[in-house]
C-alpha cells in the first residue's frame, strides 16, 4: 500500500509544472524508530516514535524550491507548490503522467530479525556486566537505536521509485576511572539490517577493545605537538579522507566553487599510492542504499584513481549546475531537507603493505590507532581530526601510548602526503551531518602513512 | 490544540498511569542565493506530539508527526509498551503543578513583501562580492524566518505556552589571493525584519575573511589567550555537563563532588540568568512547566548548584532549579539558559597576547568528561594594544577547568556573543598551550 493517493502526488506535480516548474519531485516517508537507551546498569530510556511527512521540489533553471508538511491533504499539498510555483518566472505547461514503478536490484541487507525487549535488556546487561568486571569502569552507557525508513520517490517524469531501509546501530561508551584520572573509549557499530547483526558482533571482544582502549587512554602521557609523520589504522582512520577529501568531491560544494577541487577533474589531486571510492552498493553496509532519496539506483563510484580525480558525487542539481553525471549520491536526514550530494561508504582501497612496514618506515611520529570524529571546511580545505587512541612512534616500533592528539591541515596538502597503503581495508559505521542533515555513512581505510601533518597536543 | 492534548492524556489516565504531553510546530522560510539569482527557496510546516508515561514507577516515551485519531493511540499504546520495558524509576514522576503559563514573543511589526525579503536575500551574495574581487565564493548565505510553537500539558493540570518569531540571517566570504584561500561566516538574529543588520553580516564576514589571507602559522609553545565572546560560549556550552546534575547522577560530570568547594579562579562567578534583560529571549519555564528564576552556578570560584530537574532533585534530595529540557522526541534531561560570567580584580592586558576569533573540531575534539580538549584555532595577534597580525592552522589545547584557574578579568563590562545568549567580563588566559611550526 502506497503512503500516499498516487492522484494526489499527480496533482502536485502537474501544478509544480503548470507553474513553470521544469522538473518537480515529491518524496514521502514514514520513519518508524525504537530506541533504548542502558545506563546505570539499568534501562533509563525506553522510546519509540513514528515521523511522517511530505517533502516537494520544483527545480526551474538552477534554482530548487522546495517545501514540506505533515499534512496529506490534497489542498495543503498544492497550497505548499503553489507558494512554491509563485517564484518561477517561467511558462506553464499541462502535465499528464502515469507512474511506473522502478524495479532495481536491491542491495541484500542482513535482514530484519525482530526480538522482544526482553531479549535485548538480557543482551545489553551482559556487555554491562562484563565492562563492570574491570573496577575502574565507573560509567557504561550503551544506546540501542533501530530505524525503518520507508519512502516513495515520484518525479515528473513518470518515475515512481520505493524502498524500505532498515537500520540497526549499538553505540557502547564507556567511562573510566583512577583517582583523579579519567577517561572514556567509544565503540558504535551499525548496518542496513535487524538484530542479526548485533548478534554476529563478538561481544567478548567488543568489550575487550573497549577496556583496552580505556586502560591505554587513561593512563596516556599527553601528545607532544608540532608536524611529524603520523601513521593512521584503519577502519575509523578512513575519517580522514571523509573530511579531507571526501566532502570536497560532493557537488554541493563544487557547484558554489566552495571546493578546492572544484575545476580540477582529470588532475592528480594526491599522491599516486591513493585510489578512493564511495560505493553505495555493499551488502549491509550502513551508509548503502538501493535507491538515492531521488530515486536512482545507486552505484559504485571510483573518485580518485591512483591519484588523479575521476569522479565528483553527484546529484540532478549537481549534475544541472556542474555537468558531472549523476552518481545516485542525492541523500537527505529526512524529507524536512532537499537531497544534496553526499558521501555513502567512502574509503581508500587496499595497498601492498604491512602495517609493521609502515611503522618501520617512520623514525618518530605518531600511529593513530583510533580516530575520533572531525571536521572540514570546503572552501579552504581545512580540517581537523581528534585522535582516541594514540602511540609515539620512536626508531620506527610503537612505544609509549600518548593522549590529547589533533590532527590539523588541507585537503590537497594531506592527499599528496598519504606515501604509503596497507593491506587490511575496513569499514566503520558513523554519522555525516551536512546540507541535507545528518545521515548514516561509513567511513574506511587500510592503515595508511601521512609523511607530515601537524599534531597538536601539549606545548 | 488543548483540546487534543486533553484527549490524549485522558486515554493515558484511563490506563492508570500519569503523563505529560510536548507539542511543538514551526512554520518556516528560507532562501540563499548563488550568481546573484535565489538558488534555494524553502517553505515548511510541520510538528509533532511527543508523550511521556509514567505507570507504577515505570517511565515509557513515544511521539508522533500525524496526529490522526490512529496515529494517537498508537502512540499512547507505544509509549505504555515501553514503559513495560523499563524498570522502577523511584525519582521519576509529573510534578505536582496545575495552572496555565505563557511566554510569548511575538513584536508588532509591519507586513514584509516577499519582494523586499529576496531583495535582501540576494544582498547576502551579491553585497559580499561587490565589495571585493578576491570574493570567490558565497557559499553560506541565507534569509531565515521562523514562527515557532510549543504546548506542555500534564495529566496534574500544568499547561504552558512558549511561542515566538525570530529571522536569522547569515553570509560568508571565501576569498582567494594567490592560491592563499581564507573563510568567514557571520551571522545575526532577530525578532522583528528591520532589526536585522544585513550591513553587520556582510562586513564582518568580509574583515575577518580579508584578515585570514594573511594567516600565518605560530611556533609551538605557550601564549595568552583572549576568546572573543562566540569562542569563549563554544567552551563552555560544550563542558556544560559540568553544572548538570544528570551528568552527575551519570558519573560524567567531573565536578561531582566539589559542590562548596573552589573550581575555578576565585575572581569568577557564573550565573545561569534565564530572564536577563539583554537576552535574546527570555524563558519564563522549563520543560517540566516549573517557572525558572536566576541560578548562580559559581561564586567567588566556588561550586554553588548545578541544572536540576526534577528527577535529580529528587535523587539528591534537591529542589528543581528549573532546568528541565525535553523536546517531543526526546527524553527529560537538564540543560542551562543564558550564561553570565561575571569577574572581579581587573588586571591591565598583557603586552602581547593572540584573539581567538575561530574555532574548529570542538564537537570531536573535547573529552566531555576530563575537560581537556584540542582545537584548531585562527585569529589575532594583538601586541601593545594594537592588531599586529593574523595567525592560523595551530591547535589550541588545554583543560577546561585549568583554563578557567589560568584566568585574569581585564575588564567589567558584560560582552554578548552574536546570538545575544552568553556574557562574559572580558577575561585573559595566561600560559596555553599552541602545536604550530616546529
Redesign the interface.
Known amino acids: 500500500m502506497q503512503l500516499i493517493q498516487p492522484q494526489v502526488i499527480h496533482d502536485v506535480i502537474a501544478a509544480g509544472i503548470s507553474a513553470g516548474a521544469d522538473f518537480v519531485d515529491v518524496f514521502v516517508e514514514r520513519t518508524f524508530n525504537d530506541g533504548m537507551v542502558f545506563k546505570n546498569s539499568r534501562v533509563e530510556d525506553s522510546q519509540s516514535g513514528t515521523l511522517f511527512g511530505i517533502g516537494i521540489r520544483l527545480i526551474h533553471d538552477e534554482q530548487a524550491l522546495y517545501g514540506y508538511t505533515n499534512s496529506t491533504d490534497r489542498e495543503e499539498l498544492l497550497r505548499i507548490t503553489n507558494l512554491l510555483g509563485a517564484r518561477i518566472n517561467g511558462k506553464g505547461k499541462d502535465l499528464t503522467l502515469n507512474f511506473e514503478k522502478l524495479s532495481y536490484p536491491k542491495i541484500p541487507t542482513m535482514l530484519d530479525k525482530e526480538v522482544d525487549a526482553k531479549y535485548k535488556l538480557s543482551y545489553l546487561k551482559n556487555i554491562d556486566e562484563r565492562l563492570r568486571k574491570d573496577s575502574k569502569v565507573s560509567q557504561v552507557m550503551l544506546n540501542f537505536t533501530k530505524k525503518k525508513q520507508l519512502i516513495e520517490v515520484y518525479n515528473s517524469e513518470g518515475l515512481f521509485a520505493t524502498e524500505e531501509r532498515p537500520y540497526i546501530r549499538l553505540f557502547h561508551h564507556l567511562v573510566m576511572k583512577d583517582g583523579n584520572l579519567q577517561t572514556e573509549a567509544f565503540y558504535g557499530p551499525g548496518a542496513i539490517g535487524g538484530w542479526e547483526f548485533i548478534e554476529k558482533l563478538n561481544t567478548e571482544e567488543v568489550c575487550e577493545n573497549l577496556l583496552k582502549q580505556a586502560t591505554t587512554t587513561l593512563y596516556a602521557s599527553p601528545c607532544p605537538a608540532g608536524k611529524m609523520p603520523v601513521v593512521i589504522d584503519n577502519g575509523f582512520g578512513g575519517v580522514i579522507f571523509h573530511e579531507a577529501c571526501g566532502h570536497l568531491l560532493e557537488t554541493t560544494s563544487v557547484e558554489k566553487k566552495a571546493s578546492v577541487f572544484w575545476n580540477k577533474m582529470g588532475e592528480q589531486i594526491a599522491h599516486s599510492a591513493v585510489t578512493a571510492l564511495d560505493d553505495g552498493t555493499i551488502a549491509g553496509a550502513w551508509g548503502s542504499l538501493s535507491i538515492d532519496d531521488e530515486g536512482m539506483p545507486t552505484q559504485r563510484t571510483t573518485l580518485i584513481e591512483n591519484g588523479i580525480l575521476k569522479n565528483f558525487i553527484s546529484d540532478r542539481l549537481g549534475e544541472l549546475k556542474t555537468g558531472h553525471k549523476r552518481t545516485g549520491s542525492a541523500r537527505r536526514q529526512s524529507y524536512k531537507y532537499a537531497p544534496a550530494s553526499r558521501m555513502r561508504n567512502t574509503f581508500i582501497q587496499s595497498g601492498e603493505y604491512e602495517l609493521a612496514e609502515l611503522i618501520g618506515a617512520v623514525p618518530n611520529g605518531i600511529y593513530a590507532k583510533k580516530m575520533g570524529g572531525g571536521s572540514v571546511d570546503p572552501s579552504t580545505g581545512q580540517f581537523n581530526f581528534s585522535v582516541q587512541e594514540a602511540y609515539l612512534i620512536e626508531d620506527g616500533k610503537i612505544t609509549k601510548p600518548v593522549k590529547g592528539a589533533t590532527l590539523i591541515g588541507t585537503g590537497p596538502d594531506i592527499m599528496s602526503k598519504i606515501s604509503m597503503v596497507g593491506k587490511d581495508l575496513q569499514l566503520m559505521a558513523g554519522m555525516c551531518g551536512s546540507v541535507s542533515g545528518s545521515i548514516p555513512t561509513t567511513v574506511g581505510q587500510p592503515p595508511i602513512k601521512v609523511d607530515e601533518i601537524l599534531v597538536g597536543g601539549q606545548a | 490544540m488543548k483540546q487534543l492534548m486533553e484527549k490524549v492524556i485522558n486515554q493515558i489516565t484511563d490506563q492508570k498511569a500519569e503523563a505529560d504531553l510536548m507539542f511543538s510546530s514551526a512554520k518556516t522560510l528560507k532562501m540563499s542565493a ?2 546573484n ?11 509533532i506530539l ?1 508523550v511521556r508515561v509514567i505507570k507504577d514507577g515505570r ?9 490522526d485519531d490512529e ?1 494517537l493511540k ?1 502512540l499512547v499504546k ?1 509509549a505504555l ?7 522502577v524509576n523511584a525519582h521519576e514522576r509529573i510534578l505536582d503543578l496545575a495552572g496555565t503559563l505563557q511566554d510569548e514573543l511575538f513584536l508588532p511589526e509591519e507586513e514584509v513583501s516577499i519582494a523586499l525579503k529576496t531583495e535582501k536575500a540576494l544582498l547576502l551574495e551579491n553585497g559580499v562580492k561587490k565589495l571585493d574581487h578576491r570574493v ?2 558565497v ?1 553560506y548565505n541565507s534569509y531565515s524566518e521562523q514562527d515557532y510553537l510549543s504546548h506542555y500539558l500534564s495529566s496534574r493540570g500544568r499547561f504552558t505556552t512558549y511561542r515566538d518569531k525570530s529571522y536569522t540571517i547569515t553570509s560568508s566570504a ?1 576569498m582567494d589571493e594567490k592560491g592563499k ?3 568567514y561566516y557571520d551571522f545575526h538574529m532577530a525578532h522583528v525584519f528591520k532589526d536585522l543588520n544585513f550591513q553587520k553580516v556582510i562586513d564582518t564576514a568580509l574583515f575577518h575573511s580579508r584578515n585570514l589571507l594573511q594567516e600565518k602559522t605560530l611556533p ?3 601564549y595568552n589567550i583572549r576568546f572573543t565572546e562566540d569562542s569563549l560560549q563554544s567552551l563552555f556550552n560544550c563542558f556544560s555537563n559540568f553544572y548538570s546534575a544528570k551528568s552527575a ?4 560530570n ?1 565536578w561531582t563532588n566539589h559542590l562548596g568547594t573552589e573550581v575555578i579562579s576565585k575572581d569568577l562567578s557564573i550565573i545561569d540568568h534565564p530572564l536577563f534583560e539583554r537576552s535574546f529571549r527570555t524563558s519564563k519555564f522549563d520543560s517540566e512547566g516549573v517557572q525558572r528564576k536566576p541560578l548562580s552556578l559559581i561564586e567567588d570560584g566556588v561550586l554553588k548548584s548545578f541544572y536540576h530537574n526534577s528527577v535529580t532533585a529528587n535523587h539528591y534530595k534537591a529542589q528543581t532549579t528549573g532546568h528541565a529540557a525535553r523536546s517531543a ?1 526526546s ?1 527529560l534531561g537538564v540543560y542551562g539558559t543564558d550564561l553570565l560570567i561575571k569577574g572581579k580584580n581587573v588586571k591591565p592586558l598583557p603586552k602581547k597576547y593572540l584573539e581567538v576569533i575561530k574555532m ?2 570542538l ?3 573535547a ?1 566531555r ?2 575537560g ?1 580538549f ?3 584555532v585562527k585569529g589575532y595577534i594583538w601586541e601593545r594594544g594594537e592588531r599586529v597580525g593574523t595567525f592560523g ?5 588545554g583543560k577546561f577547568m585549568d583554563l578557567l584557574r589560568q584566568v585574569e578579568v581585564t575588564g567589567t563590562d558584560l560582552l554578548s556573543s552574536t546570538d545575544e545568549s552568553f556574557f562574559s567580563v572580558p577575561l585573559m588566559f595566561y600560559d596555553i ?6
Open positions: 548563488q550568481k539569482t535565489i538558488s534555494t527557496y524553502n517553505v515548511s510546516s510541520s510538528q511527543g517511565v515509557g516515551l513515544s511521539y508522533t508527526e500525524s496526529l496515529s498508537l507505544q509498551q515501553n514503559a513495560e520495558t523499563t524498570e570567490t565564493a557559499p571565501v584561500k581564507s573563510n609551538t609553545g605557550k547522577m551519570d558519573q560524567v567531573p522526541s527524553p574548529d573540531g564537537h570531536s575534539g573529552n568528561v576530563t581537556a584540542s582545537v584548531a592552522n595551530i591547535t589550541l589545547s598551550s599552541i602545536a604550530g611550526s616546529n
